[in-house]
């Protein structure tokens, strides 16, 4: 994606937590599965922790251009 001019963030979609073997317990109350969205938060695009995760999600973000292209699309308006 970056020889391509987008920048790049990679997450992972299922991170460390398909290793927990009582999901669903855990998942049923909400003190926990709060807890469990917390950990997520705050793991989810950690470079450390990506390999953990058997998928990953990149998402590219290309650079808004100030040229004429850039200017216009940026003018463009729906309707007449």
């Given at each position: 994606m970056s020889e391509a001019g987008f920048g790049q963030t990679s997450v992972a979609i299922e991170g460390p937590g398909w290793l927990l073997q009582d999901f669903e317990a855990q998942w049923a109350d909400?003190?926990?599965?709060?807890?469990?969205?917390?950990?997520?938060?705050?793991t989810e695009s950690e470079p450390s922790l990506l390999g953990a995760s058997s998928h990953l999600l990149s998402v590219g973000r290309k650079p808004r251009s100030d040229?004429?292209?850039?200017?216009?699309?940026?003018?463009?308006?729906?309707g007449p």
């Amino acid at each position: 994606m970056s020889e391509a001019g987008f920048g790049q963030t990679s997450v992972a979609i299922e991170g460390p937590g398909w290793l927990l073997q009582d999901f669903e317990a855990q998942w049923a109350d909400p003190m926990l599965r709060e807890a469990l969205l917390e950990v997520i938060r705050r793991t989810e695009s950690e470079p450390s922790l990506l390999g953990a995760s058997s998928h990953l999600l990149s998402v590219g973000r290309k650079p808004r251009s100030d040229g004429p292209a850039g200017g216009q699309v940026a003018k463009t308006r729906a309707g007449p």
